[in-house]
């Protein structure tokens, strides 16, 4: 597997929820458990 290094300019509220929703504490956790869950499951809300 080869590995990426991907940057993104996201506002700061929008990163606080996606750490409390992923259970993650740090920024690289919860971006990467999010995007992992996207490709398994999709879109759906």
């Known amino acids: 597997m080869k590995i990426v ?3 993104s300019v996201l506002p700061q ?3 606080t ?3 409390e929703k992923t259970g ?5 956790e919860a971006i990467s458990k ?3 869950h996207y490709l398994k499951y999709g879109a759906k809300e």
């Open 5 to 7: 290094h991907v940057q």
């Open 13 to 15: 509220e929008d990163v």
């Open 24 to 28: 993650e504490s740090s920024i690289k």
């Open 34 to 36: 999010a995007v992992y």
């Open 17 to 19: 929820a996606l750490k």
